[in-house]
């Protein structure tokens, strides 16, 4: 099957600090694929590469199944980007900041501005078109930063941490025209360490750490996998359920403030433990991504 994005083996090292130690993915047409992962993962520093912004120290990489050397030309066109910090021009508005981008693009003059209308409206910034950028919250900013990124109409759009900072209702916006974009028919390739949002949006992701792939999979799969369908969160861990956790053979992940049962977490185990532990905060929930990269790492994602 062609694939949008493959990479092999691919580094980035800045001095002798490794930042990408040697990765290997692929994207396929139509998927939304995700790099979570925690602060310094290396996250933007390997779709920096991808994007062309940074040269790649070592490895392969093909976009649209052509292998890249140095020669942007052809696909830089194809790809739209949203970097992680918002780089608009502050002395323009909102649609003078997308038709100035325009501008890098071969686009006609009248094509530019149906465009710009066409995004505007998309995300909800039609009534705000003649605002500057100064006066933008951070949510209109950030959909003005993803407006901006699908300018060219790309075939492949990258996004480095498309909500980060912006409140839950802002954050669910995104969300929603991002999967608007994915269902009709457009590849995605996320950075994030949300894990709510790389579950809600990835059909596909790799966890990241310390610049190494973890795992990759499905985000229902690797739940599932790693951790089981619920878990039991109790806080704070006594000494007396520890022994009892030990004991009873129960794999768990201790974080000082609260202890995490994976596997064998179901509601008999919820009840008893209740009843043996009620002093204690006890709660049944499910499994997510957040308690794969703790089982993975023995570390939370958000420090
Ligand atoms: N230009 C640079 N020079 C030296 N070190 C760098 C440079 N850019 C990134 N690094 C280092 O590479 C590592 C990975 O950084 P990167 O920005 O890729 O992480 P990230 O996963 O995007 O993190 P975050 O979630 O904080 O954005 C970090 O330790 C960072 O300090
Ligand atoms: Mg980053």
């Known amino acids: 099957m062609p694939s949008i994005i493959a990479v092999k083996n691919l580094r980035k090292t800045f001095g002798t600090f490794t930042a990408v130690d040697g990765i290997s993915f692929t994207v396929q047409k139509a998927e939304c694929f995700g790099l979570l992962g925690p602060n310094g ?11 062309g912004y940074s040269p790649a120290s070592d490895g392969e990489l093909y976009l649209f199944d052509q292998l890249i ?3 942007w030309r052809t696909v830089k066109n194809r790809i739209g980007v949203c970097q992680q910090e918002d780089n608009l ?5 909102i649609r003078d900041n997308l038709l100035t981008y325009a501008r890098y693009f071969n686009l006609s ?9 066409r995004l505007l409206k998309f995300f909800a910034l039609e009534n705000r078109a003649k605002t500057n950028i100064r ?9 003005l930063v993803l407006a901006r990124s699908l300018i060219n109409q790309p075939d492949l759009l990258i996004l480095d941490e498309p909500t980060t900072g912006l409140d ?6 995104v969300w929603e025209r991002l999967e608007e974009l994915k269902n009709a028919g457009l590849t995605i390739l996320l950075t994030t360490h949300y894990m709510e949002e790389a579950s809600r949006l990835c059909d596909r992701l790799v966890i990241m750490n310390q610049g190494r792939i973890l795992v990759e999979g499905r985000p229902q799969e690797l739940i599932q996998h790693y951790v089981g369908r619920e878990v039991i969160e109790i806080s704070p861990p ?15 992940e201790n974080l000082g403030q609260r202890l995490v049962i994976h596997n064998q977490a179901d509601a008999g185990l919820f009840t008893l433990l209740t009843e043996l532990f009620g002093d204690l905060r006890c709660t049944l929930r499910p499994a997510t991504l957040e308690d794969v990269f703790l089982h993975l790492t023995g570390r939370e994602l958000r420090e």
């Not at 993962?41 to 994007?51: D, E, N, P, V």
């Not at 003059?109 to 209308?117: F, L, M, N, P």
């Not at 006066?135 to 959909?143: A, D, I, N, P």
């Open 89 to 93: 021009d502050p002395d323009l508005s």
């Open 135 to 143: 006066e933008l919250s951070g949510g209109m900013k950030r959909r």
């Open 109 to 117: 003059k009248s094509g530019a501005r149906q465009i710009t209308d």
């Open 69 to 71: 050397n140095n020669d």
């Open 168 to 173: 839950p209702q802002s954050r669910h916006q």
């Open 238 to 252: 006594s000494p007396k359920l520890l022994s009892y956790l030990k004991n009873h053979g129960l794999r768990f």
């Open 41 to 51: 993962a290396g996250k933007t520093s390997t779709i920096r590469m991808l994007y």
